[in-house]
Nanobody, 122 residues
């Protein structure tokens, strides 16, 4: 079984910073793309940022220049550094990872963390 465990959420004032972490554990043969998504009350889950196993990144327009995604492949961990937070960043943040569970033939499955609340006060 594979688990993704997130940490680092909390309450912060507008303009502040938070760093989210998500560690994958279990039987992991490899990890392809990792990412962060968020879901605000009454809204659909949306992509925040992605990072490939080669380090290429992609960001939602709303967070470009403020958020930075990174990963430590040795620790099977992905991070999201969030700076200059705004009230509209308030949401539950979910970690996602495409984890290789079989090599021959190759198979990867999508896994999600349990979510961590980020609340930004004005």
């Amino acid at each position: 079984q594979v688990q993704l465990v997130e940490s680092g959420g909390g309450l912060v004032q507008a303009g502040g910073s938070l760093r989210l972490s998500c560690a994958a554990s279990g039987i992991i043969l490899g990890i392809n793309t990792m990412g962060w998504y968020r879901q605000a009350p009454g809204k659909q889950r949306e992509l925040v940022a992605l990072i490939t196993n080669g380090g290429s990144t992609n960001y939602a327009d709303s967070v470009k220049g403020r958020f930075t995604i990174s990963r430590d492949n040795a620790k099977n961990t992905v991070y999201l550094q969030m700076n200059n937070l705004k009230p509209e960043d308030t949401a539950v943040y979910y970690c996602n990872a495409q984890i290789v569970v079989r090599m021959i033939p190759m198979r990867s499955d999508d896994y999600w963390g349990q979510g961590t609340q980020v609340t930004v006060s004005s």
